[in-house]
């Protein structure tokens, strides 16, 4: 494998809508030689007892929305944001700035060619000014429901008040530099992610 002009770090902002397969597809485009940053996970953990954000939300949200053992229950945590505009503003308010200080931290401290930004809010906390590449994973409202449903068991007017609080898609699709479609296979899906993989190599 060729070494990156100037051993420049690569920087891949990975996207999408809720339930596209975001995640899945991060997995597919690992290699030995890419380190992936999962904002979500990043998130889970700034949330856990008993940081300065978890303080925060805690002030913002009441402390109900923790458990007897002061863990937030994260399906609470969702309803309560997403119930309100008011309080869904001000919960980005106290998460973004931080998730965005540990993904940089992250990307400085990565030895790999490539760094694959797995976040579902490239766009809209602006992570996608540090981006060199942009993909996008697009699917069906109608498969984003039914994958989300499988996996958390949301109502589905959960999933579409959550999908509705992003950027729409289209307007994610326009901006991508690369566009993964999975609506189909996983071989299929596969297949797309190996090829936007391959060509990094040889820009």
Do not use: C
């Amino acid at each position: 494998m060729k070494k990156r002009k100037q051993n420049k770090k690569l920087i891949v902002g990975l996207t999408g809508s809720f339930g596209t397969g975001k995640s899945t597809v991060a997995g597919m485009l690992r290699t030995s030689a890419t380190r992936v940053i999962d904002a979500d996970r990043i998130s889970h953990d700034l949330i856990k007892p008993h940081g300065k954000v978890y303080k925060n939300i805690i002030r913002l949200l009441g402390k109900g929305i923790a458990g007897k053992n002061g863990v937030i229950n994260r399906r609470d945590l969702g309803k309560k944001v997403f119930s309100s505009r008011n309080y869904l503003v001000k919960f980005n308010k106290i998460m973004h700035p931080a998730i965005i200080s540990k993904i940089q931290l992250r990307i400085k401290k990565a030895k790999e060619e490539v760094v694959i930004l797995d976040a579902p809010l490239l766009f809209e906390t602006g992570l996608v000014r540090i981006a060199d590449k942009v993909v996008v994973v697009k699917a069906s409202l109608d498969n984003q429901i039914r994958r989300v449903q499988k996996k958390s068991g949301l109502s589905k007017a959960e999933i579409i008040l959550r999908i509705k609080s992003q950027i729409p898609l289209k307007e994610k699709l326009r901006l991508a530099d690369f566009v993964i479609d999975n609506n189909g296979t996983v071989a299929n899906t596969r297949k797309q992610a190996v090829l936007i993989r391959r060509s990094w190599w040889r820009s």
